[in-house]
């Protein structure tokens, strides 16, 4: 609480007004959480077309890369805080997807063919 008085008779004690934090507002929360829904909506709905099974494990991860950034950004208020926490939460994150991918190089899962080295037809 704050104490206001113009130095004559008794101080009268006035709330302090509350620090104004930027942020969304329900409408906005509303908003993620709809595209969130379709974006799930999205997904299920690629596991059925046959004409994207080539790339189908790619688009999943597209979408979910895409709803994880916007729960990060929205509902874990990245979007609304100080940069640095926002800096504090992707390099780690983008420490470990290298260390993910660079795994799967490494024990062949991806960059390769499928076919052993040396194996010759016939």
Do not use: C, N, Q
Not at 21 to 27: E, I, L, N, T, V
Not at 88 to 97: D, I, K, Q, S
């Amino acid at each position: 609480m704050e104490i206001h008085g113009s130095g004559e008779g008794p101080a009268a004690a006035v709330p302090a007004e509350p620090a104004r934090h930027p942020g969304a507002g329900p409408r906005t929360y509303l908003v993620v959480a709809a595209f969130l829904v379709a974006i799930t909506a999205m997904e299920v709905g690629v596991f059925y077309v046959p004409a994207l099974a080539r790339v189908l494990i790619p688009l999943l991860l597209l979408l979910s890369a895409s709803k994880f950034a916007l729960v990060a950004m929205f509902y874990m208020h990245l979007r609304f805080d100080h940069p640095w926490f926002s800096y504090v939460f992707v390099g780690p994150l983008v420490v470990a997807l290298g260390l993910a991918i660079a795994l799967l190089w490494l024990f062949g899962h991806i960059g390769t063919t499928g076919l052993a080295v040396g194996v010759s037809g016939g």
